[in-house]
């Protein structure tokens, strides 16, 4: 299988596994916390409005909503995840996904909570690193969990990815 093929096939296959093990976790803080997860359709709707010139939201649930919002959000979610698998692959090579270690998908994984500290949470006005919330120190613990089950997520995806020896 030529090189490329061989690192697009792992990104995907270890980024939205990683992302579903997130999703998982979301699913089980909700439950066993009664903790909100994250609406995707406000991701979905700060991306839309972004790609029409609008960058910071004051706060993105009273902006106005847009078609197909859900659908969007979860798809970028998604593909966020493969993203940062390709990040971690582009770092330590298409050998780590053969050989996956946990210290590589955890560096990633935790290093990609600048993403939302920096980039969305402040568009979606939320301020830098929830600043903004009504408990910003909870919030960023949530999120800083939640990426390191990101992380933890790219070594179990990463392990179960290596034994189909692609």
Do not use: C, K
């Not at 790609?51 to 939201?57: N, Q, S």
């Not at 998908?105 to 290093?111: C, D, E, F, R």
């Amino acid at each position: 299988m030529p090189e490329a093929i061989e690192y697009l096939l792992y990104a995907l296959l270890i980024g939205a596994g990683a992302t579903a093990v997130m999703d998982l976790w979301a699913a089980a803080r909700a439950w066993l916390f009664d903790s909100p997860s994250l609406d995707y359709a406000l991701v979905g709707r700060w991306l839309v409005w972004l790609t029409r010139g609008r960058f910071r939201h004051n706060p993105i649930a009273a902006s106005l909503p847009v078609p197909g919002e859900r659908l969007i959000g979860w798809v970028a979610h998604y593909l966020i995840g493969i993203v940062f698998a390709a990040v971690l692959l582009a770092i330590w090579g298409p050998d780590w996904a053969r050989h996956p270690t946990l210290g590589p998908a955890l560096i990633v994984g935790i290093g990609s909570v600048a993403a939302p500290f920096l980039i969305m949470q402040p568009g979606m006005g939320a301020g830098i690193a929830a600043s903004r919330t009504p408990q910003p120190a909870a919030a960023r613990l949530r999120s800083l969990v939640t990426h390191g089950v990101f992380g933890l997520g790219l070594y179990a995806a990463g392990w179960i990815t290596s034994l189909l020896e692609l």
